[in-house]
């Protein structure tokens, strides 16, 4: 017997389980792994898409105590596959009053929540029913979701790391300077620069009316 009738008499080696599993039956498609990885990408950005921003209102107050409940139903009613974030908007706020600084957080829309979601009968009940939640904001019965640009003008805000200050000062008032060279010198507020935080103080030095630009700590009403 020659070696190539040899060759074809060998025995055919074993095939494992694992190995019989892995071969496609006849007549099936061949998915390649990278197509299946695309197919479940594809799949969750689709659910991406679906979800949408929406606002909610309450009562001005009640935010913090809206959000907290609408929380716990999402929770206990095991939405979270459909209701994702609910939010807010604050921002720090420095108040200045009497030469005196306290930082609190201002709510930006009072009254109002944000919530992102994807909009189905079962989510707008979770939502709609939750206690403090007088109704969504939109057209007639339908809510209306927030576009894009609006949801990252807020974000935005959000993330600012300047606060914003709120002070009592206004032109013409009377007040004293608690701070710096001119420390117990009384004067008219000729002006407040909201964004440098500044005040502009008219002193009377020496027979004269003199522009003194102080911070906003550094005055109290006289």
Not at 64 to 89: A, G, H, S, W, Y
Not at 112 to 132: A, C, D, K, Q
Not at 156 to 180: C, N, Q
Request: hydrophobic share 35%; aromatic share 8%; proline share 6%.
């Amino acid at each position: 017997m020659d070696n190539a009738e040899m060759e074809d008499k060998k025995p055919v080696e074993a095939i494992s389980a694992e190995e019989q599993n892995q071969i496609p039956e006849e007549g099936a498609p061949v998915i390649p792994a990278e197509d299946a990885s695309d197919a479940e990408k594809t799949a969750a950005a689709a659910q991406d898409d679906a979800r949408q921003w929406f606002v909610i209102h309450c009562y001005s107050g009640y935010e913090n105590k809206v959000r907290k409940n609408l929380e716990q139903r999402i929770e206990t009613m095991n939405m979270k596959d459909k209701i994702f974030d609910v939010v807010i908007p604050t921002q720090e706020e420095i108040e200045v009053r009497d030469g005196k600084r306290r930082t609190v957080e201002r709510h930006v829309f009072p009254g109002y929540v944000l919530v992102n979601m994807i909009l189905e009968e079962e989510s707008w009940f979770v939502v709609r029913n939750t206690p403090g939640v007088t109704g969504f904001v939109g057209m007639g019965d339908e809510p209306t979701p927030l576009r894009p640009e609006e949801v990252a003008q807020i974000l935005r805000r959000m993330e600012d790391e300047s606060p914003t200050y709120k002070v009592s000062y206004h032109a013409g008032d009377r007040v004293r300077i608690v701070d710096g060279p001119f420390n117990d010198f009384r004067g008219t507020v000729a002006e407040v620069n909201m964004e440098r935080s500044k005040i502009r103080v008219m002193v009377n030095f020496f027979g004269r009316e003199t522009p003194v630009e102080l911070d906003f700590l550094q005055v109290e009403k006289a």
